[in-house]
């Protein structure tokens, strides 16, 4: 029987039903390649004692759903206290159509186990991306990339499959948080009874863009939407940070779901929301709507809608905190719709509803080309950079964040994850990054036609460290070997340098675990690791003429 070991590996399925030797605060490396079929997780850590489940480092692994139609999920996650990261799941059907509301695709992660994580998954043409629901309470979505989701829709008829995220929540905080969400057949971030409360959201740094692009090529759906009904609940919905796109300049259709943020519906009452510091640009469609909530803060916000409502309001007895915010937009300038009037212009609407008195509208397109930044919580050295390029510059100047003096880095445009970097180099603080704002290829949705890519006013990186098992970050001097690797009790350390040198050991958190002079001329040194919890570890040998890193596994 299988140990588990690298040598005596287990099936997949296997170790995902947690062997007996498979404890709180273990690791389970997935190498390299491609899991055929579909999976279930019964993996429980324990609290503030994760159990891991990850893709071995520099290795792509690949779950690869080989269903048309089926309930259920790629990977169904049933355990607790358990982080699932840098995993690709996938399906490999081409066929994107559908006779019935029962013929979808499987979802990629169906989520019903408490205080788990999902980290930096790769999802893609699978049915929605995750279903975040109600049974995994004190979840967390972070930093994934979900793209070309769905089975096809009909346009004012069947708009229900297909979402980035589709979930709900009655106990707890859900987080979801830094994931990057595009070219769905249906809605980006779905907050949706199903049945079930919204109860208790971290909606926080998101990336949505051109949801329900490939239902329709002249069509979207809500990038972010939180509505319910009667009897369930809607309330500490917290929405900041987030960064939404749409390029069109014009938008036939006239349905509550044309809007880009859509929070709250006439048909039911809500709690609490609150809607702070997010930069959203929808062009032509209709924009912020927050309908029907018994107390909103929107405040610190950024708009551009060139055409349709920037922001419509039902208050039912509501206490609303509603200004700070700076908008743009076009003709028509009646883009501000209060209670049941219609849309009027900014003043009227400050007029009308008391709100926004320190806001200020403009009537034109935001100027320049702003970049944002936003570092990684769990990996160092890796952020998203998101960019509005408003001016139409070919490229611009960016400051990855995250990145340290001499590490190696690439950037990788999330619209074509898979191709070749955009940039790569060592990063140097006095140097600047030009990044090229001219990118053409996108990720080709199995099955279906590729929609065209944002570039002309939008782009969305990923920035993340070269450290590659066994290798080199930098290919400069200092260079050095370990073995053996993965390690167990002891790691040899060949030396290929002449002056006096630093060895530094960290974990994956960033914390420094163990340092190691090096004498001028010392070509060798062993490391005892006794005592080091299992899991990856940097080891970085700085000396004068520059630093060398390498990554390795303790087992």
Known sequence: MASGSMVSPWDLQTALSQPPSFLAGDTLYLRGGIYAGNFT????????NYAVVMAYPGERATLADNRQYASGATL????AWTIYQDIEITNTIATRTSTSSASFRPMGVQAQGPHCKFIHLVIHDTGHGIGFWKEAEDAEIYGCLIYNCGTANSIGNYITHGHGIYTQNDNGL???SHNVVFNQFGFGLHLYPNPGHLRGYEIEGNVLFHNGILTDTSFRLNNILAETYSPYQATN???????????????????IYDFDVLAGTPASVYGSVRIDSNYFAGNGRAGLAVINWDSAQVQHNQTFYRDGTAAAVFPVNSTYSWNNNTYYGLAPAAQFAYQSNQPAPFATWVQQSGFDANSTYTNSMPAGTPVFGLPDQYTPGRSLLVVYNWAQQAGVSIAPPGLTNGDAFEIIDVQNYYGPPVYTGIYNPSTPVVLSLSQ???AAPLGWSAVAHTSSYFNCFIV??????????????PSFSLYP????????????????ALLKLTDEAGRVVLTQQISAGQNSCVLSLSGLASGIYVLELQTANGIGRKRFIVQ
């Open 76 to 79: 169904q996650v049933n355990g």
């Open 237 to 255: 919905i917290t929405i900041t940070g987030n960064f939404t796109f749409d390029d069109k300049t014009s938008y036939p259709h006239t349905s």
């Open 485 to 500: 690797v993965p390690a167990s009790n002891e790691l040899w350390v060949t030396l290929n340098q002449q002056p006096e």
């Open 41 to 48: 997780s019964t993996i429980t850590g324990a609290p503030g």
């Open 464 to 477: 993340r460290k070269t450290i590659a098992t066994g290798v080199n970050e930098a290919a400069a001097i």
């Open 440 to 442: 053409t290829q996108t």
């Open 174 to 176: 859900k987080k979801i």
